[in-house]
């Protein structure tokens, strides 16, 4: 099943991606140690006099702004410079992401922005499309980056509908051949990925890439992501029973995502061949993680407000799914409220965490 609407959530209303990205934030700033390390490595013998890079599945909201004023202050430190070069940024997502509201908080945020003089010298371009295929001309990037986007597929394995029912994705109840189909789904996803950047990418480029990944290499229920659909599967379960939702549109319905191990991106990388792994990295961030939260353990853990931050989350990125899966009458205001409770009862009992491999990579030289 071709993946036709896996955008976020458009607008800047209380429901949309932009109002609740705050998760993304955190993992973003999670990955400025290594993306710094790969800033300084890959500028260690100078500057080109302009510099291209692709933020890839960047979304509609600020967060793409944070990632490029991070950039250029890195650059300017690094090299204390006054002037600094020219940089192209090419902003990417799929034709249906709102580029829209994408670039008018780009155009607020950098009106009201102290570092307008470093922003000024940035040239923020949209270039809508799926990262699974090519993008850009031979040998025009010097730079990618891309967070949380990789894990989500091209596609639903073919065949996981029939074989997964009263499943929405891979859990510790679905039989092994719907792991299967997803672990070949991501590794076919993956090695194209790696060939087309590859073909992008100037020789000695550099990537930094973070997934929603699992702890270990065998399916398990300590791996976070596998349990966070089960709320939702089983609110659809009884909104069939019912008769709100037909049973074969949920037996239908799977998420087109991928939590890769540690191992598995390792090896599509050396098998694929046209990057080398400098660096990889993992670290967690609890699924109720919202913007402010500094530190989690200093936090009084109150279940309903995390119970709505995980839903309002979850909301964002799975919406416009779910709309066009099982149409425009699917009470999600409703759906959502249930799931807030379901979380925070979950979180309450058991604290989860999203597992996240950060890798730098560099393109081999050509030969």
């Known amino acids: 099943m071709e993946v036709k609407l896996m955008c976020m959530k458009a607008g800047d209303d209380a429901t ?6 705050g998760l993304q934030n955190i993992v973003i700033s999670k990955t400025w140690c290594l993306l710094d390390e790969t800033l300084h490595d890959m500028f260690t013998n100078g500057l080109p006099k302009r510099i291209r890079m692709a933020d890839l599945g960047c979304g509609p909201g600020p967060n793409t702004l944070l990632v490029v004023s991070h950039i250029m202050d890195t650059i300017k430190h690094l090299y204390k410079l006054n002037n600094l070069p020219q940089i192209e940024v090419f902003v990417n997502d799929l034709p249906d992401n709102d580029f829209n509201n994408l670039f008018k908080i780009l155009k607020d945020q950098k009106n009201g922005n102290e570092r307008r003089e470093l922003l000024d010298a940035c040239f923020i371009y949209g270039a ?16 990618v980056y891309s967070s949380y986007s990789l894990h989500w597929l091209s596609q639903v394995p073919e065949g996981v509908g029939k074989k997964n029912k009263e499943n929405i994705h891979m859990t510790m109840m679905s039989p092994p051949e719907v792991f299967e189909a997803y672990a070949e789904q991501f590794q076919r996803d993956f090695t194209r990925f790696l060939r087309i950047r590859g073909e992008e990418i100037v020789d000695s480029g550099r990537m930094v890439l973070t997934f929603i990944g699992r702890r270990f290499v065998d399916p398990s229920p300590n791996d976070g992501v596998i349990n966070l659909y089960t709320p939702l599967v089983q609110i659809l379960l009884h909104m069939v029973a019912q008769g709100l939702v037909k049973e074969e549109d949920l037996y239908s319905f799977n998420v087109p995502l991928y939590p890769p191990c540690t191992q598995e991106i390792e090896a599509i990388i050396r098998d694929e061949g046209s990057f080398k792994l400098e660096k990889m990295a993992v670290f967690e961030v609890p699924w109720d993680a919202n913007v ?3 530190d989690y353990d200093d936090i009084i853990f109150d279940k309903h407000e995390s119970g709505k931050i995980v839903a309002a989350c979850v909301r964002a990125f799975l919406e416009p799914l779910l709309l066009s899966h099982f149409g425009p009458s699917l009470d999600l205001d409703g759906i959502f409220d249930i799931y807030a409770h379901k979380m925070g009862d979950h979180l309450a ?3 989860s965490y999203y597992f996240s491999p950060v890798i730098s990579l560099t393109r081999k030289l050509r030969i």
């Open 349 to 351: 009992t058991e604290r």
């Open 16 to 21: 949309s991606y932009t109002n609740n990205s």
């Open 128 to 143: 809508p499309g799926s990262f699974h295929e090519n993008l850009f001309p031979t040998n025009t990037l010097h730079f």
């Open 292 to 294: 402010g939260d500094d």
